[in-house]
């Protein structure tokens, strides 16, 4: 038995968690431009949870923009896909199937576009939602007469302008565009693509006002590990549990984040899946969400990995079952980053609140995330997401961070890399990494004179954009750290620190 409308009265709801007739007979209220799996099970889930409360009433097209494949699987059945929602959240294990129904039609940009402008005159559409990668939201050329325009941004536009047609350029026709690439300030600009691309296509005065007062462009984060599909066991395991076949099957972990920038009540009212989850904020200013995952989130990973595979961890979840490891992220978020990301409008509460969730997400036992892909531009991901909390650190205690500077010497470490022609590769516990890091024959050459790598590296603005030899004692503690993982090793060096014995 497949999943579709005419099987749901076979599923057994108590097992998963069922729509009703009524939800499947809802409004189209949002257009989504792309099908991938952090639309489907982070968005595509708020509006949901949404409906089955009763608070949003809408559904949403979504318009399939690659060439590639097509969209039989969503309309084999009926445009149903069970979210498995597995993890930790709160310390407590979380295991949470549902028949997510937010999905009304999936429509192929390259086949049915007059159908997709035609969704375009429908009064209920007000929102609009994309996620077409870092590379959708580029400058084009596109001609919006084009069937159908070749860019995201030319797609949209064609749309905005066949509503501002259809609907004589009236402010109520106006929707709420919210992108959720991972790009920064991705509404803005995506905005001004939009008015270059207006103008280039000679829409008018009065399209390119409507475009830029009628509708509301709101920044965003997103934040969801949503692996995707299951492997094959494991879904035949719970196909077979809840009785029926999902092509569409996907995963995603508790933890759920989606920041919307907005002071405006409108917008408030029309995303009124808000009301139904903890994790939408529709908020004047999102910078608290952002820093928040790029100190506490990615910037404890980042400092971290290096410590992780001396240690001999593949895996992040490997990493926190170890006592030693997991107490040494704990401490690193609670003690040196929580307290320098206190700002105006972050409290010491919501930052350890925040470094509580990474706990839990780093602990998830069905996420398989390699730290070898952490060290992926290694440098450059210390220089931003980690060098300016050492600076904030002394301004704050003027004093060493300790376990950033173990972190540094783990890098340090790490980095002493094999040079092959133009490839790197780095050495640990039997193992061999290949290493994508622009600063790499930097490191290379550092490591011919092993009595100054320390010294050097920390003292290189290439690397830092700072010196950290200026930092009272940073240098010493880093060599430190530096002697201590070389002979000892990382688990000894972490069982050390976090037994209370000197070392």
């Known amino acids: 038995m497949i999943l579709n409308k005419e099987n749901l009265a076979n599923i057994n709801g108590d097992k998963v968690t069922k729509p009703s007739a009524e939800i499947l007979a809802l409004p189209e209220k949002v257009i989504q431009f792309g099908t991938g799996v952090l639309l489907r099970g982070l968005p595509d889930y708020f509006i949901d949870k949404a409906n089955q409360k009763g608070i949003f009433n809408g559904r949403i097209l979504v318009v399939k923009s690659t060439s590639k494949g097509g969209a039989d699987a969503f309309s084999k059945q009926d445009n149903l896909y069970t979210l498995c929602v597995k993890g930790i959240e709160d310390g407590i294990n979380v295991e949470e199937n549902s028949i997510n129904s937010s999905i009304s ?58 509503r501002y047609t259809a609907f004589n350029g009236s402010a109520e026709s106006g929707m709420v565009i919210v992108p959720t690439e991972l790009i920064s300030d991705n509404a803005d600009k995506l905005k001004e693509i939009l008015l270059d691309l207006a103008i280039l296509n000679k829409l008018g005065w009065d399209f390119e006002n409507w475009l830029k007062t009628a ?38 972990e508790p933890f759920r984040l989606w920041a919307i920038e907005s002071s405006s009540e409108k917008v408030k009212e029309i995303l009124s899946f808000e009301k139904a989850d903890k994790g939408v904020f529709i908020v004047p200013s999102i910078d608290k969400f952002k820093e928040l995952k790029l100190r506490l989130l990615n910037g404890t990973h980042t400092i971290s990995c290096g410590l992780a595979i001396l240690a001999g961890f593949n895996t992040v979840k490997e990493a926190m079952a170890n006592k030693d490891f997991s107490a040494n992220v704990l401490k690193l978020m609670k003690d040196e980053i929580a307290p320098v990301v206190v700002n105006e409008d972050i409290t010491y509460d919501e930052a350890i609140a925040f470094a509580e969730s990474v706990i839990d997400r780093f602990s998830n036992p069905s996420l398989e995330h390699q730290w070898q892909a952490i060290t992926l531009n290694f440098t450059s991901k210390m220089q931003m997401r980690n060098m300016p909390l050492i600076r904030r650190y002394y301004a704050l205690k003027n ?27 780095a050495s640990a516990n039997g193992k061999t990494y290949p290493i994508q890091d622009e600063f790499a024959e930097i490191l290379y050459e550092y490591w011919k004179n092993p009595e100054t790598v320390v ?20 240098n010493a503690a880093v060599k430190s750290y530096v002697d201590l993982l070389q002979n000892k090793g990382a688990k000894e060096t972490l069982s050390n620190l976090h037994s209370e014995r000197t070392i």
Request: charged share 25%; with cysteine; proline share 6%.
């Open 455 to 474: 010294d050097n590296t920390l003292g290189d603005r290439r690397l830092w954009d700072k010196n950290l030899n200026n930092y009272p004692g940073f």
């Open 399 to 425: 004093e060493v961070p300790q376990l950033t500077a173990l972190g540094v010497a783990a890098y340090i470490l790490f980095m002493n890399v094999n040079q092959e022609g133009d490839t790197y590769t």
């Open 105 to 162: 039609r999936v429509l192929s940009a390259s086949q049915d576009w007059a159908e997709i402008l035609k969704a375009a005159h429908q009064p209920e559409m007000q929102i609009v939602i994309s996620n077409t990668t870092e590379v959708g939201i580029v400058k084009s050329e596109d001609k919006i007469t084009d069937n159908p325009p070749q860019s995201y941004p030319g797609k949209l536009l064609a749309f905005l302008h066949e």
């Open 215 to 252: 509708n509301h462009f709101c920044k965003t984060l997103v934040d969801r590990i949503v692996p995707g599909k299951l492997p094959e066991a494991e879904q035949k395991s719970i196909e077979s549990e809840l009785g029926y076949e999902d092509e569409l099957m996907i995963m995603a």
